[in-house]
Nanobody
Framework: QVQLVESGGGLVQAGDSLRLSCGAPGRTFAGYDIGWFRQGSGLEREFVAAINWNSDDKAYADSVQGRFTISTDNAKNAVYLQMNSLKPEDTATYYC??????????????????WGPGTQVTVSS
């Protein structure tokens, strides 16, 4: 089974940028959709962005469209989430998840089979 590891979180100020990474040590992402989700304190896990590893098809939540970019690195077998113009409301634990490639990218966390432990992003005002 795919084991996922996120990294790159931290404490930043509003307007700053961060790049999150998602890796699957010893495994390839080929054949998977990879999603980034976030969960704030006391809130449900919400969709941020997703990418089809094979086709590079992408999807974004309206709240991050134009500020966040999801991308892949085949050489490093990694998925990145570049987050620019961060806002305090972006504060959350960010998780990457995987599912077998579907006909379309999914925004539903319940459709992702495996998750990493998460990385904390805190944006101060």
């Amino acid at each position: 089974q795919v084991q996922l590891v996120e990294s790159g979180g931290g404490l930043v100020q509003a307007g700053d940028s961060l790049r999150l990474s998602c890796g699957a040590p010893g495994r390839t992402f080929a054949g998977y959709d990879i999603g980034w989700f976030r969960q704030g304190s006391g809130l449900e896990r919400e969709f941020v962005a997703a990418i089809n590893w094979n086709s590079d098809d992408k999807a974004y939540a309206d709240s991050v469209q134009g500020r966040f970019t999801i991308s892949t690195d085949n050489a490093k077998n990694a998925v990145y989430l570049q987050m620019n113009s961060l806002k305090p409301e972006d504060t959350a634990t960010y998780y990457c998840g995987v599912r077998m490639i579907g006909r379309r990218l999914s925004r539903a966390p319940g459709e992702y089979a495996r998750w990493g432990p998460g990385t904390q992003v805190t944006v101060s005002s």
